[in-house]
Every structure is written in C-alpha cells, then in structure tokens.
C-alpha cells in the first residue's frame, strides 16, 4: 500500500521569504502523479502544482515548484516570496497511474503561517 | 463553470440516526470523489464514480455508508445508523478525467453526531 508523510505538523515563514515544505512517500509503483493541494482556513482545497513521474525535470507554477527525487521518493514544495494569502494546510498527495488509479493518498498535512 | 456544490455545509444529528448529503460536481465532470477528512489530518478516500458507474470503494466504506449517482451527474452519500466515530468533515470533488487531471474541491459537509 502507498502511504505519504510529511514530516512538518507546522511551519512558520516571514512575508516575501521563502520556504520549502517536505514530502516522502512509499510505493512500489514506478508510475504515478503526485500533487501539493492547498486548503485555507474554512475554505475550498485547491491544487497547487502536480507531477509525472516519468518526467524528470521538475515542476513549476509561479511562485511554486517542487524538487522531486525519485530514487528518494521525495517530493518537496518551495513557496518563493511567500505571501500573506499562502496561509494554510499543505497536503501532499499521491496517485497511481493506470488500471483502477482514481483516488488520491493524502499525507497528514502541514500547516503553514505566512508572518508580516 | 460554478465548482463542486455539497448540501448541507453542515449536519448535527443525534447517533443512531440516518444522514444524507449530496454533491454537484463541475458539469460535464465524469468521475466524482467522496473522501472523509477528520480534525488534523488528511483526507482519506472513500468511493469514486466514473459517470454513473461506482468504480473503486475503500475499506472504510462500511456496511452503513452507500453511495449512488444515479444519473451521472449528482451524487448522494448516505450513512445510515450514525455512530459518533462518523463525526468528520466529508468532502466531494471533481474532475473530467483520471490520470492528473486535478481533483476540484467542494466546501464539504460537516457531520457531528451529539
């Protein structure tokens, strides 16, 4: 069975720093898709930025990438310039890829204070 | 394009009794989710549909818990004789196809069971 950990209950950056979040998982698999979802306080989870991978170059979105190690398994988030609105619970999730591949294994989350 | 809807935002209802909720996916999304996400932790999935078809349930769906989409559009899930483990926030989500195509959230719904 797949599992993903995130090792950081909370972490705290100050406005316009950057942080990095960490992601391990364990699989068997050699294909699948992995994710950073956002969660707000009291609002929707959105998604983040997401990763094949068979693709070796990294992710990215803006302000965020991801420094994705597979031989490791890992699978690390980086918020550049971090803003006042990146407030929130950071779930790492994972997702095999083919067959019956539908639902996604989330990590326990890490929940994130931008400081002004 | 008006994101994932869920009724109610929240329920309260005493142990032992019958609850449903109902999600309305992105129209035109074939494959809908249910996860049940508890306080400090992630989500954990529970059921997925692809059109009207029930492809994958979990092995926390218990004998109490169904789902249907009847038509290929909204989904219900029902759980029936409460117990207060149940108490969670459940969320529906989303998404034109499998493989990465992301996952859209609803708000959730959540249950608490006096």
């Known amino acids: 069975a797949q599992t993903v950990t995130q090792s950081q209950p909370e972490m705290s950056v100050q406005e316009a720093e950057t942080v990095t979040l960490s992601c391990t998982y364990d699989?068997?698999?050699?294909?699948?898709?992995l994710f950073w979802y956002k969660q707000p306080p009291s609002r929707q989870m959105i998604l983040v930025i997401r990763?094949?991978?068979?693709?070796?170059q990294n992710a990215t979105e803006n302000r965020f990438s991801v420094n994705f190690q597979k031989a490791a398994k890992s699978f690390s988030l980086k918020i550049s310039d971090s803003q006042l609105g990146d407030t929130a619970m950071y779930f790492c999730?994972?997702?095999?890829?083919?067959?019956?591949?539908?639902?996604?294994?989330f990590g326990k989350g890490t929940k994130l204070s931008v400081k002004p | 394009d008006t994101g994932v809807s869920q009724n109610p935002r929240h329920k309260i209802t005493k142990r032992g009794q019958n609850v449903t909720f109902r999600c309305d996916p992105i129209?035109?999304?074939?494959?809908l989710y249910w996860y049940r996400q508890t306080l400090g932790q992630g989500p954990e999935f529970l059921t997925y549909f692809q059109n009207e078809a029930q492809l994958e349930k979990s092995r926390l769906l218990s004998d109490r818990f169904s789902a249907e989409r009847p038509k290929g559009s909204f989904s219900t899930l029902e759980i029936q004789r409460t117990e207060q483990g149940d108490s969670a926030m459940y969320l529906c989500a989303s998404s034109p196809g499998g493989g990465n195509q992301p996952q859209h959230f609803g708000d959730g719904t959540r249950l608490s069971i006096l």
């Open positions: 999730a994972f997702m095999r890829y083919g067959g019956s591949q539908g639902n996604l294994i």
């Open positions: 990763q094949e991978a068979y693709k070796q």
């Open positions: 699989t068997s698999e050699s294909n699948y898709y």
């Open positions: 129209s035109e999304h074939n494959r």
